[in-house]
């Protein structure tokens, strides 16, 4: 069993609808949850950062974390053709650079004009 | 300001060969590390360097190896390629001191292996 699952989609959805995207994990060490977007042939981008459960913030983007499911969300209001891309779930135990960062597989997503 | 770069952006080699992939981090950044991204999947941890030693590593056979030079840029080296090697290699830096474990990705060298 992989320590991160994340649905692959493709998931595609209006311009304008509420986005959903969610992992879950199984390692209970970890604390600090992230979500990454990538576009084609580019690196990931860092979206959100949260530390252990609750919910975040920022702008059109609401990162989610339920630790007693061992289930994380990203949400995305008033969805725009721009956020076409993958986004990548991501956590780790610690809070420093010397922590390992694991990763899910991706979905990807699609935004309809 | 100059984020992650990597050289080379695209690379074909063929099986047996040796690798070489350049990473130089975001300014202020001390701290590289490289993963494999594979079609389809997410990044895979390979290793990390602080202070040009090698501080952690996953599940990655020794055919691959690093270096951190004074100036914290970064090479990883892949030797005796398998066509299983083939991936986008990503480079990530991060930002000391701050208590986050947020790293900056730089665009990938995209290994082709035949």
């Known amino acids: 069993q992989k320590e991160v699952e994340q649905d692959p989609g493709p998931l595609s959805v209006p311009e304008g609808a509420i986005v959903s995207l969610n992992c879950t994990y199984s390692?209970?060490?970890?604390?600090?949850f992230m979500w990454y977007r990538q576009y084609s042939r580019k690196g990931p981008e860092l979206l959100m950062y949260?530390?252990?459960?609750g919910n975040k913030e920022d702008g059109r983007f609401t990162a989610q974390v339920d630790k007693s499911s061992k289930y994380i969300s990203l949400f995305i209001r008033d969805s725009q053709p721009s956020d076409s891309a993958t986004y990548l779930c991501?956590?780790?135990?610690?809070?420093?650079?010397?922590?390992?960062?694991?990763f899910g597989s991706g979905t990807r997503l699609s935004i309809r004009p | 300001d100059a984020g992650v770069t990597q050289s080379p952006t695209h690379l074909i080699k063929t099986r047996g060969q040796q690798v070489t992939l350049r990473c130089s981090p975001k300014?202020?950044?001390?701290?590289v590390s490289w993963y494999q991204q594979a079609l389809g999947q997410g990044p895979q941890f390979i290793f990390q360097?602080?202070?040009?030693?090698?501080?952690q590593r996953g599940n990655f056979p020794d055919r691959f190896s690093g270096h951190q030079f004074p100036n914290y840029s970064s090479e990883l080296n892949v030797n005796a390629l398998l066509l299983g090697d083939s991936a986008l290699y990503l480079c990530?830096?991060?930002?000391?001191?701050?208590?986050?474990?947020?790293?900056?990705f730089g665009p990938g060298t995209r290994l082709t292996v035949t």
């Open positions: 949260t530390y252990s459960s």
């Open positions: 300014s202020g950044h001390d701290t």
């Open positions: 390692n209970s060490a970890f604390q600090y």
């Open positions: 360097y602080y202070e040009e030693e090698e501080r």
């Open positions: 990530a830096s991060s930002l000391p001191g701050t208590g986050k474990n947020e790293q900056y």
């Open positions: 991501a956590m780790s135990d610690g809070p420093s650079s010397a922590s390992k960062i694991i």
